[in-house]
């Protein structure tokens, strides 16, 4: 059986800056947050690997281009890293030779038909600012961030026509303030929510600043939302995901969509003395400055039930008071990274998005799978035969276009990666690419099974299934 994939759908990847660019060209005193927590704590990076190599794209970008070209790649999404983007972070001079680096990419990319869509900030905020103003702590780094948002539209804005402010704004504090697993492993629930609010204000100042620009292009941010499942029909199990979604998805979604926070999230921030004590000026410029489009990132369901013992007092507020993580039973796994295969949470986000907000256009800007050992399964020609990624793809793709069918604004999907690149703490454990990295000084390339797949995918706007049913 084969599904029509509808013509004007995106079908990309996407990857970042400090995940594959390497070190090479980059001055004293640019290090980002993640280059730091590498060299802190190199020992918890797989192997040793971590973002000083990475796949070396900022001398074979061409390479790497070449190869977009050769799987048809429609769209490719990375960022720009700020760290490297400047010498100076208070007076904002730029690195010109960097500078250089992402005009020449772009135009690479135009010239090669692959469509660029640029992220301001994929976890790449310089150490200097993190030093100096606890970075998205303080307002100071919020005008700076504005600024350098500015100097990006002005130089690239004729040409990238998609951009974004954040990639998943929620993640860094949630490991290192909330949860505490990675360096700097400071816990600090208040600070945790007041990032959450700075990188939504800072959103829509971004979102200002492009649109007082007039350029013919759109803005929005890349969101990793969870889609939230109780473990059972209960009230209780029902207010538990309903607490989760609000702390972890809305806290995104109200002020990034519709311009307004929950009250009952207000209300929650008050009384555990985690609120952000927003201006009505700010307030006024989150109502205005609303997002033009949305990526979505998404891998796996978050499954809740109602918490069975009572929380500690002593212990600072977590959000996990109102609910506890719920294991399913005989759950399909990617054992490589440990995480549940769902396809329905593409279709189930789909509804979710629909009929909680006004129509918004957004497209899927991470899924895919990430495995280890591919070695193992190389062909006689060195060829990864790489199956369960397309099964993983297709599996996925089908609910997304199931949700298109039912009323989604969905735009497109873009695999997450166009190669192997290294991860956080993962590194290059586990590979998600189309392509091939090998860990030789080159870091030689080649085409996965899934990367001919994926051509035909783009070539033929076809999704083929052997058996629709094992699908729904």
Same mark, same amino acid.
């Given at each position: 059986?084969?599904?029509? *994939?509808?013509?004007?759908?995106? *079908?990309?990847?996407?990857?970042?800056?400090?995940?594959?660019?390497?070190?090479? $060209?980059?001055?004293?005193?640019?290090?980002?947050?993640?280059?730091?927590?590498?060299?802190?704590?190199?020992?918890?990076?797989?192997?040793?690997?971590?973002?000083?190599?990475?796949?070396?794209?900022?001398?074979?970008?061409?390479?790497?281009? @070449?190869?977009?070209?050769?799987?048809?790649? =429609?769209?490719?999404?990375?960022?720009?890293?700020?760290?490297?983007?400047?010498?100076?972070?208070?007076?904002? &001079?730029?690195?010109?030779?960097?500078?250089?680096?992402?005009?020449?990419?772009?135009?690479?990319?135009?010239?090669?038909?692959?469509?660029?869509?640029? %992220?301001?900030?994929?976890?790449?905020?310089?150490?200097?600012?993190?030093?100096?103003?606890? $970075?998205?702590?303080?307002?100071? #780094?919020?005008?700076?961030? #504005?600024?350098?948002?500015?100097?990006?539209? +002005?130089?690239?804005?004729?040409?990238? /026509?998609?951009?974004?402010?954040?990639?998943?704004?929620? #993640?860094?504090?949630?490991?290192?303030?909330?949860?505490?697993?990675?360096?700097?492993?400071?816990?600090?629930? /208040?600070?945790?929510?007041?990032?959450?609010?700075?990188?939504?204000?800072?959103?829509?100042?971004?979102?200002? #600043?492009?649109?007082?620009?007039?350029?013919?292009?759109?803005?929005? %941010?890349?969101?990793?939302?969870?889609?939230?499942?109780?473990?059972?029909?209960?009230?209780?199990?029902?207010?538990?995901?309903?607490?989760?979604?609000?702390?972890? &998805?809305?806290?995104?979604?109200?002020?990034? *969509?519709?311009?307004?926070?929950?009250?009952?999230?207000?209300?929650? !921030?008050?009384?555990?003395?985690?609120?952000?004590?927003?201006?009505?000026?700010?307030?006024?410029?989150?109502?205005?400055?609303?997002?033009?489009?949305? $990526?979505?990132?998404?891998?796996?369901?978050?499954?809740?039930?109602?918490?069975?013992?009572?929380?500690?007092?002593? =212990?600072?507020?977590?959000?996990?008071?109102?609910?506890?993580?719920?294991?399913?039973?005989?759950?399909?796994?990617?054992?490589?990274?440990?995480?549940?295969?769902?396809?329905?949470?593409?279709?189930?986000?789909?509804?979710?998005?629909?009929?909680?907000?006004?129509?918004?256009?957004?497209?899927?800007?991470?899924?895919?799978?990430?495995?280890?050992?591919?070695?193992?399964?190389?062909?006689?020609?060195?060829?990864?035969?790489?199956?369960?990624?397309?099964?993983?793809?297709?599996?996925?793709?089908?609910?997304?276009?199931?949700?298109?069918?039912?009323?989604? =604004? %969905?735009?497109?999907?873009?695999?997450?990666?166009?190669?192997? !690149?290294?991860?956080?703490?993962? @590194?290059?454990?586990?590979?998600?690419?189309?392509?091939?990295?090998?860990?030789? +000084? /080159?870091?030689?390339?080649?085409?996965?099974?899934?990367?001919?797949?994926?051509?035909?995918?783009?070539?033929?706007?076809?999704?083929?299934?052997?058996?629709?049913?094992?699908?729904?």
């Amino acid at each position: 059986m084969k599904i029509a *994939i509808p013509e004007n759908f995106v *079908i990309g990847a996407a990857s970042s800056a400090w995940q594959t660019e390497g070190w090479k $060209g980059k001055k004293e005193g640019q290090d980002s947050f993640i280059d730091s927590w590498y060299k802190n704590e190199k020992f918890v990076w797989h192997e040793g690997y971590g973002p000083a190599v990475a796949t070396n794209f900022y001398e074979n970008y061409t390479q790497d281009i @070449a190869l977009m070209k050769e799987i048809h790649l =429609t769209h490719y999404r990375t960022s720009i890293n700020w760290s490297r983007f400047f010498t100076d972070y208070e007076e904002l &001079n730029v690195d010109e030779e960097y500078a250089k680096h992402i005009d020449d990419m772009i135009n690479e990319q135009i010239q090669a038909g692959v469509e660029p869509m640029i %992220c301001l900030e994929h976890y790449e905020v310089p150490k200097y600012l993190m030093d100096k103003y606890d $970075g998205w702590s303080s307002k100071k #780094v919020l005008e700076l961030y #504005v600024k350098y948002a500015k100097i990006a539209f +002005e130089r690239y804005g004729d040409r990238v /026509k998609h951009w974004f402010t954040f990639n998943e704004p929620i #993640v860094v504090q949630t490991r290192c303030y909330l949860d505490a697993l990675r360096w700097p492993h400071e816990q600090n629930t /208040k600070k945790w929510m007041l990032w959450n609010y700075h990188k939504a204000l800072a959103t829509a100042r971004a979102v200002e #600043v492009y649109h007082q620009l007039d350029l013919p292009g759109r803005i929005g %941010c890349i969101l990793n939302p969870e889609m939230v499942y109780p473990r059972s029909s209960s009230a209780e199990d029902q207010k538990a995901a309903e607490i989760y979604d609000l702390f972890f &998805n809305k806290v995104f979604f109200d002020p990034m *969509i519709t311009g307004v926070y929950s009250k009952e999230l207000i209300a929650l !921030c008050q009384k555990h003395d985690i609120y952000f004590d927003p201006t009505e000026k700010e307030l006024a410029t989150i109502k205005a400055n609303t997002v033009d489009f949305l $990526g979505i990132n998404q891998y796996y369901p978050k499954r809740v039930r109602a918490p069975r013992y009572q929380w500690n007092e002593e =212990t600072p507020f977590h959000p996990e008071r109102y609910y506890e993580s719920f294991d399913l039973p005989g759950k399909q796994m990617n054992n490589s990274r440990g995480w549940e295969i769902y396809p329905e949470i593409m279709y189930d986000i789909s509804m979710y998005l629909k009929t909680n907000y006004p129509p918004i256009p957004w497209l899927i800007t991470e899924n895919g799978m990430g495995r280890e050992q591919e070695e193992r399964y190389k062909n006689k020609d060195g060829i990864v035969q790489d199956d369960y990624r397309i099964e993983y793809i297709s599996k996925h793709l089908y609910q997304l276009l199931r949700g298109i069918e039912d009323g989604s =604004t %969905c735009e497109g999907y873009m695999l997450w990666a166009f190669t192997d !690149c290294v991860s956080p703490m993962n @590194a290059f454990k586990n590979r998600y690419g189309l392509v091939r990295i090998e860990l030789d +000084e /080159k870091r030689t390339r080649s085409l996965k099974k899934s990367a001919y797949w994926y051509r035909s995918l783009v070539d033929e706007r076809l999704l083929s299934l052997s058996n629709v049913e094992e699908f729904k």
